[in-house]
């Protein structure tokens, strides 16, 4: 504890409440350098957080106090310092979500965000957060976080699963979405907070629409039914019973009396909002509906389908008016122009079109996604759509008119499931299916003032070189790059593979790397020239994607794992295939050496462990105790024991000789995909697609340290110095870090 958190854990709790609301005193009184000062003091900022009568939240308004009357009359306001605050508090409001669960996390947020900005209060601040640190964190040693003052301005979490569907108030104060998780959630839009959750649906919940008076809400489920909800109690009031299949999607017309509904049994239906009774059910499609919209007027409908087309309806009568045939792949969004004569659709075969309403005509066609399009949401001019994809890229914004994409939103993930905008269309909430979380970001600013260098895709795997002077990462981006691991600099990119590169090992002398693909081949690389040359070797023979490599401590043999169930063992000089390994009964994960070089332990989708004698194939003993894929495997420095990650969230410590399971170490709230041993072998750090890192004791189990990230964690490894950590991200990013406080 630091000497300002033992004098103020002595106060009494009037006088820590004093020093609390100090900013709000010196407001009101026009004190600008007092409450300046304040605000830029580390202690300050961390005993307010983890106050219980306070917390995060409080203090973000504290710095909406820049704009008080009395500060903005006083002679000594300054507008750079101004600026700084707003940084600050930029800061705090993208860590909201995190520090709300975990305080402990304020210096590493902290450091990750601001240490790039040369304001001397800043550093000083970021200075007094390190000194001031006396149990174990994670410091990131480059900033390469999301930085306040660009395009992002929160993050709302707390559903258990994907966010599937938002939709905003009139107001365009509040938002509500929809989840996988079985419920919906209110969420304020300027704090972040949730307000309400809503419970009663038995399986996802797909779809949401608010009613124009802002009271209630309607949503549609996987459960076949629609609700009607009370916005401001959360109550249940009206189940909508009539479907056979899942509900995908739900549209109001203008005057919130009716809703019409879309739904995997191939039909829409309309329904009368006050009595729950069904008016009408639309047939014609002959695959899922997907999607449905409703024009201006309230007089047509639109529906998406997976039999490819678009279909107009007549909502009075049920007449299928015009049917829009062009997509080569399920219809999975649509849209209406403001004007109601266009309007806009999103498919699976990775693109949007733009359909004349009257006469079906396809105007346009937007092409750029890498993937299947999931989502679609004008601007409310009409000028400008947000599009989004499953495919590996990010959100887009294009101009209607022209099909240009004039912005990309570099976000927390490339799995987008849903955006949508506010009302005066200056910002966009975008979801995401892998980390759970709804994000507001900035439409009007359109770039991040940080840059990052990384990845253009996800970051698989990372490995260090003998001398930890380098570290090399490998993307889905189908390259691998060689890292200055003192200065985080890029120093080399390596291409040549035709598919994303899973996997990398680096050979004991540390002059060559070898990387694995889903291209199902794994290559031989010079490192310091980063050439692939001829005379060394492409290791073909698996029939599926190579996973994972290894190399034998002599340096003479590699070992591959494959999503073809099997391991092979190569001679590296040769490239001959030596000996393969047979057992596992589906696909192979992970797979790591012994230090004698006599046995090689692998992991793998049938939720098992396997070692394996490294000479004869023979497979030695057979690891049972996760209930789910294992992704990762390490051994300790003495080869006694290896400790396994799963994808049930956990990881486990194995006795090597006998099998058993030491212990199982729990803290994750997702898959564990990597984990790295301290060359000592006294801590683990591990990896998951829940956004964080962790370090463990390996002797007790106790969780010792937590990094949150901004995407899925999916690899990591510690240098020789054992305090240097390297880890790579979903989004692209690579970040360094620094272990401080532990002996």
Known sequence: MSSFAEKFAQLSLNDQRSILIDPRVQANIGKWKPFYKILTDFNFIDAKIKHS????QSLIADYDLINDSELLNNSEYNPDQVKTLKLIQGTLRLSAHILVKDKMQLAGQLWGQMQHFAVPE????????????VLPWLRPLTSNLISPGGSLLLTLAGHSDRVNA?????DGKRVISASDDKTLKLWNLETGECEQTFQGHSYSVNAVAITPDDKRVISASDDKTLKLWNLETGEDERTFHGHSSYVRGVA??????QVISSSADKTLKLWNLETGECEQTFHGHSGSVNAVA???DGKQGISGSGDKTLKLWNLETGECKQTFHGHSDWVTAVAITPDGKQVISGSWDNTLKLWNLENGENERTFHGHNGQVTTVALTPD???VISASLG???PKLWNLETGE???TFHCHSSCVRTVVLTPDGKQVIISSSWDKTLKLWNLETGEDEQTFHGHSDSVNAVALTPDGKQMISASDDKTFKLWNLETGEDERTFQGHSDSVNTIAVTPDGKQVISGSDDKTFKLWNLETGQYERTLHTFQGHSYWVTAVAVTPDGKQVISASDDNALKLWNLETGEDEQAFHGHSSYVRAVAITPNGKQVISGSDDNTLKLWNLETGEDKRTFDGHDNSVTAVALTPDGKQVISASGDNTLKLWNLETGEDERTFQGHSGSVDAIALTPDGKQVISASSDNTLKLWNLETGEEIATFTGESAFFCCAVAADGVTIVAGEFSGRVHFLRLENVS
């Open 294 to 296: 409703v024009t201006p």
């Open 405 to 407: 994409d004039e912005r």
């Open 166 to 170: 938002v939709a905003i108030t009139p």
């Open 382 to 384: 009409g000028k400008q």
């Open 122 to 133: 800043i550093q000083t601040m970021l200075e007094v957060a390190k000194q001031q640190q």
């Open 252 to 257: 109001l017309t203008p005057d919130g009396k």
């Open 392 to 394: 590996g890229d990010t």
């Open 53 to 56: 009568d306070f917390g995060v």
